[in-house]
């Protein structure tokens, strides 16, 4: 396979730029270009100097030698200086300064103060940068360089290259991701503005893999990778290393929390969190004897394992919608069978070609509410967007759109009178309306996502076959999941996708439940371990058959009957032979749920009759308690990962399978009182 013809070239040694830097060995080498060490004959002294890419227009050249002079403008002691920068023929280039020694990833064994030192310097580094209004963007441990200063290393930041002034978006000159997946923050992934916040997180990925001995996510390709950023819950480092110190850890989680504004503010508010860490490897106390809430945070959730095939699959579908030929896929499975979690994959993989997404859902309790995943999706997209962006999308079709979601009416209103309409023709001014809005905002590919289309109303159903009709020559895919043992032939999704299918508008991908060896590679997954016994992962299957869901529930019911534990560093089982293992998703759920305290089960009960999604302040209204014995009944359904915090103030059940089985439970006459009580508190 031939070179880039884009990508820098590979200096031969005696090149000479701009008739003065010539060039030596290569050094490295990263996303942005080749790092040559190089001899400057004016002021006759070495540099490093890196080739960078090509693929550049004038105006990308033109910023990129503006950044790079705002990054040479900077003196630090911590940062890696950079001297020049300019163009030789078509390849661009910056002169930094050499720093003989190596990389943070080359460092052998540090000890916590010396982890916590060298930090401490990058972090006065980033001060600096982020004073002056650069991002560094990449930061990992093969650009944190360590040279030896009075018998002690010392960090210095390098490869401002790819920095960033301000805070605008942030793709690539090539439209592709900047920066390193394993150490990228999720806002910088999604090419969003970002702040000193990103660089942050980065950090907080590096001191991650320093405590632990590996990075916090990590996947097959980059994809994976930047999903679980955005997605999987963090597994704490002193799962990998009992003697990490607790504060310490405290301060890399923070420093990883998946929104900025969860992170702390500033390089200098974590330098003071981080000095305040400082402890030796003696000072740390003892890790004790976790109980069953602290070892389910030690449980490695939301990987994506297996499903190989049928990701390829729909990445393949996705490209086709991105490019032009609109159409529709549908996940079909058991419960628990990972629709939801293949379906999140995609659309991470859309928001990172720029796509925009959309998703809403049907719910079981919800089923008569019209158009309810439209109008989940429209209020999503209608939360997010600036009042000028609403103004431009919807202008001509904001009264029909109000009527799926009256938000926009109080964000663009007031609306003037329109002259009535048979009820057939308000139904299509309303389809049309959707599809012209759909259109809008596709200019760059739009996905939208229906979950659990198996309790979606009549309406919809056909709101989705009036937009396949009118969106196949659009970059447009709708995703659609739904359970297959919902379904009978009298149900109305049944004879929408045999209509679907007959009109050749949908591609349905079934997914089946996980074969032995993907069983094994899952709980591996969840234990974050190379492999399990063979015996203990049979007995898991035997009774699971490979529900992903069913599979996280048993074991974590296990770890809450001692009969998982961990011992030391590793995960460790009773013999398989004496493993109680629940017979069923229900059992599972249920053996979990009888350990929560009394106060903490009946929240949950009046919160499934809220929803699948409910807010503090519904549940508090309902239920009768102070904030803070609600505060602390939320805090225990959390870790026992039965909910989890959703946006603002709202909560949601981590799975719909939860809350189907709370509310299940509760005997028809109490759940008529607990609707009874919403309705007077709302």
Known sequence: MGADANAPPGAAPGR???????????????????????????????????????????????????????????????????????????????????????NLRQLAAPDWPTIV???????????????????HRDLKPENILIETAGGLPRARLADFSVARVGTRRTATLDGGIVGTPLYLAPEQALGEAIDGRADLYSLGAVLYELASGRPPFSGADALVVIAEHLHAPLVPPRTWRSDVPPMLEAVIVRLLAKRPEDRFADAATTRAALL????????????????????????????????????DRLRGILAESLGGRGQMVVLSGEPGVGKSRLAQE??????????????????????????????????????????????????????????????????????????ALTPGEERMRLYEAVARLFRRLATRGL??????????????????????????????????????VELDRSHPLAGALVEWNRERLVTRLALGRLSMEETRSFLATLFGQETVG?????????????????????????????QIYRDGNSWMSDTAENLAIPQSVKEAIGRRLDRLSTVCLEALHLAAALGKVFTFAELAASCGRTEDELLDVLDEAARAQLVRSDSGESFAFTHDKIREVLYAETNPVRRRRQHLKILDAM
Not at 71 to 94: K, R
Not at 117 to 135: C, F, N, P, S, W
Not at 387 to 396: F, I, K, M
Request: aromatic fraction near 6%; proline fraction near 5%; glycine fraction near 8%.
């Open 16 to 102: 000479v730029l701009a008739d003065r830097y010539e060039l030596g060995a290569e050094l490295g080498r990263g996303a942005a270009g080749v790092v040559h060490r190089a001899w400057d004959r004016v002021l006759d002294r070495p540099v490093a100097v890196k080739l960078l890419d090509r693929r550049t227009d004038a105006l990308d050249r033109d910023r990129l030698l503006h950044e790079a002079r705002a990054a040479a403008a900077m003196s630090h002691p911590h940062i890696v200086g950079i001297h020049d920068a300019g163009e030789d023929g078509d390849t661009p280039y910056l002169v930094m300064e050499l720093v003989e020694g190596s």
């Open 534 to 562: 063979d015996a203990f992962a049979r007995a898991i299957h035997r009774e699971t058959e490979g529900n992903p869901f069913f599979l996280e529930e048993v074991v974590k019911a296990l770890i809450e009957q001692g």
């Open 276 to 311: 305040a860490a400082l402890l030796t490897g003696d000072d740390a106390p003892a890790m004790s004897a976790p109980g069953a809430p602290m070892l389910l945070s030690q449980l490695a959730r939301g990987r994506l394992v297996g499903r190989r095939s049928e990701l």
């Open 346 to 419: 995609v659309l991470v993989q859309a928001r990172l070609a720029g796509a925009k997404v959309l998703r809403g859902g049907s719910y079981e309790f919800e089923a008569t509410t019209p158009y309810l995943p439209f109008a989940e999706a429209l209020r999503g997209w209608i939360n997010e967007s600036s009042d000028d962006v609403l103004r431009e999308a919807t202008a001509d079709i904001a009264p029909d759109l109000a009527r799926l979601a009256p938000e926009l009416a109080e964000r663009v209103g007031p609306f003037p009178e329109r002259p």
């Open 447 to 484: 996905v939208v996502f229906l979950d659990d289309l198996h309790w979606a109303d009549q309406g919809s159903l056909a709101l989705v076959h009036s937009l396949l009709r009118q969106v196949t020559a659009d970059r447009i895919l709708i995703l659609g999941a739904y359970r297959e």
């Open 117 to 135: 030192r060298l930090a401490d310097e990058v972090l006065q580094a980033l001060e600096h940068a982020h004073g002056r209004g650069l991002i």
